[in-house]
């Protein structure tokens, strides 16, 4: 099977978030970059269809600056075989990253299923999975917790509110996006992590795959950092007179009960 | 004034309350408000849409429908926005609302800008804000090129409307083409719980690490059950296995802004902290003074909270009685 998995690289979730002078963004001086916690999953189960169906291939696409590479090499380390780069501006949105991953894909001989997370842990969108197979022209599955594998076709389980699931039947190629949950990815070995670092990234412009800043559909502009909040009340007492006053407060204060 | 298209969310029948605040929300702004609805048996639910101020309900209906299919949803959602031609295209950020929208984007080759916690209706357009690094930040949505602003908007973002009983939408029948699916939802598997989802619930109760165990989750439940409330954990809690993903509020979770977020026994990681911040009125019950979380709480209780939990849980019965 030709198995493919687009990836994000994200700011650690410990990140303290600063803003730039002028506000148009965030201060990228100590950022620790990471590969989007989402997309381990999506890579682990490329993978674990990998080892199930001798003589497949997982390829790993990241479309972003040249520092995505970092984290294309994180999923190399994991098992990927390949791994390609498409390279656009940091500012690309999700229909300009979309485009570029859709073009990447367009290239290859065959491709049989994709991977991405259900959504990354940076601007937390939850648009470029529908946005690459919309660009592409396959179906595609969100929030994936669970899947079957045919010949012609996937069965998914779909997460959805108050604990529910949807079962979703699609044909292939098909992307299906993942959930924590849908699997447990693995750690990199010590001779992954070594092979990965001498591997070929190949390297993709924009313009190599048909995307450019005319798919640029949104621009973020005038970001805030929260309001600080009050320092709120402590409610001093014995539990159970605190139990007492918190509940009085909730109910007649906040009016919230 | 706008030409507002709303695409309304029902499950089983049952309109979701975000739909109402999108409605109530164009319909308070004076825009011309048009709702999508799409389903199965689902007409007389038109009705209830009019209480909240809508003009037009254009509903859909087909056995394709009945349960949520994305290519279906899309296919009726882009014939019907180039027939309407409206300005502006809103649904909920819910797992149905953020599955179809960019699809559609897509079909109308326009940008989405996607979980806004704010909506300003401005001449034919909106302004809109988002979170970006799940709430560290938040950023404000410029439209790139002509065509419909679309959004999807965070549940409780906006607040429920009261209906009007004296108000009605005229209901019209919408086309549903949907050509050839290669997708089909076979089934909808219910959850065991009767709770809340934790990112639609007017309160949740959260626990965290200091619970120590699944089993004494027990008393966290306890008390959501009495105010009908969400139970949601901590990253560390799920990573214990005291509670499954979907419970997890946080950066690697859900994002939440209910009216009342009671935290037990959590510290407030930062990435903790990113997923409830924007919560109206914060409670913080936790043995250490120091801990985090009193940093954005507005009440705090430094108790044990084995002890203070199921005393709240009686205080609550108390003023529920009453």
Redesign the interface.
Known sequence: MNLYVCIKQV?D?????K?NADSSG?DPAGIKWILS??DEFAVEEALRLKEKNAGSTVTVISAGPTRVVEAIRTALAMGCDNGIHVEIPESA???FAAKALAGALKKEAKVDLVFTGKEA????????S??I???FG??????VLGAEYGATSV?C???????????????LP?LLAA???LNEPRYASLPNIMKAKKKEVKLLKAADVGASEAD???????????PP?Q?????AGE??A???E??R???EE?K?? | MAKVLIVAEQRDGKLKKSTFELVGASAAAGNETHVALLGEGVDGLAKEIGQYGANKVHVAQNAALKLYNAEAYTAVLTDLAKSLSPDVILASHTPTGRDFMPRLARRLDVGLASDCVTLAFEGNSIKVRRPVYSGKATAEVEFVGAGPRLATIRANALGVPKPDAGKSAESVTATANLGDLKTKTTDVVKGASARPDVTEAAIVVSGGRALKSSDNFKIIEELADTLGAAVGASRAAVDAGYRPHRDQVGQTGKVVSPALYIACGISGAIQHLAGMRTSKTIVAINTDPEAPIYQIADYGIVSDLFTVVPLLTEEFKKIKEH
């Open positions: 700011p979730t410990e990140t303290k978030i803003l965030i916690p989402y949105d999700n229909n842990i940076d601007d937390g969108a939850a648009q470029t529908q946005l197979a919309e660009h396959m179906p595609c599955v969100t929030v069965k389980k779909r997460e959805v509110e108050g604990g529910a699931f949807e079962m979703v039947e699609t044909a098909a959930q924590k949950g640029q559909k949104i621009k973020y502009k005038n970001f805030q950092l929260p909040k320092a709120g009340k402590k409610i539990p159970a605190q139990a007492k918190l509940v407060a909730l109910h906040a919230v009960v």
